[in-house]
């Protein structure tokens, strides 16, 4: 009876603990969400004193790439992906300077016209000053890991409005295949923690709820299935778009400054000769589509040739925010060849595109209900885990452990981050390929 009534005492502190932490690091993420938000807004406010604005793109480019280079030149990430790796490598140890770096160089690359996301420097920073929390309490590397996981989520959370996704995010985006459910309860506290403190200081969210979704038939099944393989597409061409931006951009043997001004240049050219709709944010051209509005076939094309570019040769930002421009402007071409309805299809590639890209199909289903609504959400998360399948081992994010294989038909060593890791096909008897392989002989066979 000692025992048990020890052991319950214990867990009960604990969560008490961690309530009360989770709460702090979440007023903490609402705060700096909410200035961040703010600023950006702000300092996209300059489009309205000339169409032109995108021309100072080369400074935006510049200035990122000078802030790393002086202030954390050993830094070789940022974003989002710098809390994965600080979480994974270094039991949550993140350098303060980074959060001011983040906050400064992601605004400047967005308001010039960047092809940025708002999400990831949110994610950082709010991981940074929960990092700089915990040094604040001297706790110990457990403890610290957890929290900065907390802030991860309440970066996330905060910056969509949507308190569910940002938690299962911030649990589910460090290992491809895995999920960190001891974190589960104080992830849940902070996010809903910071989207309120952030929402009561004025930050706005977009939520459209699909109310039309056409009533279930085999074909329009195949049609959302169809919908996941082809949003998975998006999401492999989206990785590799950026991942061959930066191959590019250490290929050319130029100082950083010079190819930031050089790659700025080439976004100014691309701006005026095709369109200026992937520039910045985009979210007047994604919310358009989620509304039914007129898309380009090109539009996700040139979004993920812009981002490439400004991400790849210097500029600052996350990485959720064009990628979900892809889905819903791709989700919507997808939706009007298919003749259904383009806007539940927007909605649909948006969150696709999210699960694929990331890896992070659950969160990426929970968000198609936070955002657009229960109707849709059944067939949101049909097509979340198809295009996850498909994108295969590859991930906006390398910095993401890979704690499953997609395919028992390959060969891969768990455990290790993403990054490096290559998968080795393995010829299995039992496998489609195998059975196609048996069958094929049997029919040559007759």
Known sequence: MKKRVKEETIIFLGVVKWIVLAAIVGIITGLSTTLYIKALNAAIGIKGYSDYYFLLLPLGLLVGAILIKYLAPEEKTSGANLAIEAV???????????????FIGTILTIAFGGSGGKEGPSVQIGAGLAAFFTGLLG???????????????????????APMTGALYGVEVLAIGSIMYDVLLPAFVTSIVSYHVSSHFGITYFYHPIKIVPAFSNMFFLKVLAA?????????????????????????????????????????????????????LGLDVMESAIEGGAVSWYDPILKIIHTGITLGFGGLGGKVTPMVFVG?????VFGSFMGVDPSMFAAIGFVSLLAGASNTPIAASVMAVELFGAEVASYAAIACVVSFMITGHRSVYPS???????????????????????????????????????????????
């Open 139 to 161: 706790l110990d590397d457990h403890d610290r890991k957890k929290l900065v996981v907390c802030g991860m989520c309440g970066g996330f959370a905060s910056v969509f409005g």
């Open 228 to 280: 996941g393989v082809f949003f998975g597409v998006c999401s492999f061409a989206y990785i590799e778009g950026l991942h061959l931006a930066k191959k590019l951009c250490a290929k050319i043997k130029f100082l950083m400054i010079i190819k930031s001004l050089i790659a700025g240049s080439v976004l100014v050219v691309l701006a005026l000769v095709f369109s200026t709709r992937p520039l910045g």
């Open 88 to 102: 994974n490598r270094h039991s949550g140890r993140i350098r303060f300077i980074l959060v001011p770096i983040e």
């Open 400 to 446: 993401q452990i890979l704690a499953i294989k997609k395919s028992s038909s390959f060969k891969m060593e768990l455990g290790r981050e993403l990054e490096g890791t290559s998968p080795e096909y393995v010829y299995r008897e039992k496998s489609l390929i195998g059975v196609l392989s048996r069958l094929l002989k049997a029919v040559k066979g007759r």
């Open 328 to 332: 819903a402007t791709s989700g919507s």
